[in-house]
């Protein structure tokens, strides 16, 4: 411990407030700006600690003070108030090199019109033509046997490709239902796995890939606005790392030969609140506001858009903070599935989330409720399941499953 150190100032946007829970009382600590996107929750008693993070006050100067207060062993505090200091500033709520250096690269991201790909090189080729072989194997998976004439909607995985076979055709099966058809936009409803500023947030961000640059329609967004007589949630901080949308555009890029082709990505957060109501989330007056005015922005804006849920299903197991093996609950996943697999065919919105609701999402959906919306947003007059399978994560012990589904 380089007891010269001067302990690093708490950021000015850092906020915090009192949380009461009987008798115990807590401070949450959130970022305004939500640079530093995890919210914490600290003993009442740290407060007093606070007024030392300014920037000026040495370790030094500080174990001095904690000497003249403190009846216990000083060095073992001060080893946890280093680790404090570690931890808020991993986190970025302190004012050092580490927080500035991450704040110009966001910065710099939101400064450029388009949103670059995160998942090239990884989950697939960062290049064209080897991207390009990528997806025409993925879509070879198709067994083609079903032909529906007028596919409005679709649900499709956004599990990583590199699983192989069980993933590659569950995708395969929904864009080989569209690859022949005519769409004057896309919409692409994401699960969003990272912000949860608002039900639905928006970005103003084209889709940079390999495959070219789908542009947003952006003028969507401002009617959106102006039907819910009220500002939307445009987080471009959700959608940067968010791999849910990404997907499904080089998808689209790829199967319907759209280098650009028109989107509208809208990650949709939690509706785990409704789990503790005694009604449904289109009842909501805000969610239920929303919803109306996407249905109506989406069908008078448009004339022939396919609307797209990118979802998985369950998450079991170890890797999901389960106490057991994801193999041990496998068969109680899949009847679960199955009944969801029965309400979304119905295109029964209320019947999928009260399945859900009524196990308090046990079985950890993740498409709760880009499904849900995609369901209560959309006219459509029939389901079609077109395929299901899992992936047995042997490495981490854990489950996770998906579907695919199209809608006329």
């Not at 289109?282 to 022939?304: C, F, H, Q, S, V």
């Amino acid at each position: 411990m380089d007891k010269s150190q001067v302990i690093p100032k708490l950021r000015n946007e850092i906020a915090f407030r009192i949380i009461e829970e009987g008798k115990a009382r807590q401070i949450l600590l959130y970022d305004l700006s939500r640079i530093a996107s995890q919210p914490l929750i600290l003993p009442e008693e740290f407060a007093v600690l606070f007024p030392f993070f300014d920037g000026k006050t040495t370790l030094e100067q500080f174990e001095k003070i904690v000497a003249q207060n403190y009846d216990g062993d000083v060095t073992q505090f001060m080893n946890i108030f280093v680790e404090l200091i570690n931890d808020l500033d991993i986190l970025c709520y302190l004012e050092t090199p580490y927080f500035f250096a991450l704040k110009n690269e966001i910065d710099e991201y939101l400064n450029k019109p388009f949103r670059p790909s995160i998942c090239a090189g990884n989950s697939y080729p960062n290049e064209k033509r080897a991207l390009e072989k990528t997806l025409s194997n993925l879509i070879s998976y198709s067994k083609g046997e079903r032909k529906i004439s007028n596919v409005k909607g679709l649900i499709v995985p956004h599990i990583d490709f590199q699983i192989g076979e069980p993933a590659l055709r569950v995708y395969a099966e929904a864009y080989k239902s569209v690859e022949d058809k005519k769409y004057d936009a896309f919409i692409i409803l994401g699960t969003s796995h990272y912000g949860t500023s608002d039900y639905f947030m928006f970005t103003q961000k084209d889709f940079e890939t390999p495959l070219g640059v789908a542009i947003n329609d952006k003028d969507f967004l401002s009617n959106v606005s102006n039907a819910i007589k009220s500002d939307i949630t445009v987080d471009e901080l959700a959608h940067r790392f968010e791999h849910s949308i990404e997907f499904q555009v080089i998808l689209i890029q790829y199967v319907f030969n759209l280098p650009n082709p028109r989107i509208v990505p809208i990650l949709v957060g939690p509706f785990n609140d409704f789990f503790y109501t005694d009604y449904f989330p289109k009842d909501d007056p805000k969610l239920g506001n929303y919803l109306k005015a996407l249905k109506e922005t989406i069908y008078d804006r448009y004339e022939n858009p396919l609307i797209i849920a990118s979802v998985d299903f369950g998450h079991i197991g170890r890797k999901f903070n389960d106490k057991f093996d994801g193999i041990m609950e496998l068969e109680n996943l899949r009847s679960h599935d199955r009944r969801l697999i029965e309400h979304i065919s119905n295109c029964d919105p209320e019947a999928f989330f009260k399945e859900i609701k009524d196990t308090q999402n046990k079985f950890k959906i993740c498409g709760l409720s880009p499904i849900y919306s995609l369901l209560s947003i959309c006219q459509f007059e029939k389901g079609h399941f077109l395929a299901y399978d899992y992936w047995d994560d042997k490495d981490n012990s854990s489950i996770v499953s998906f579907a695919s589904f199209c809608f006329e």
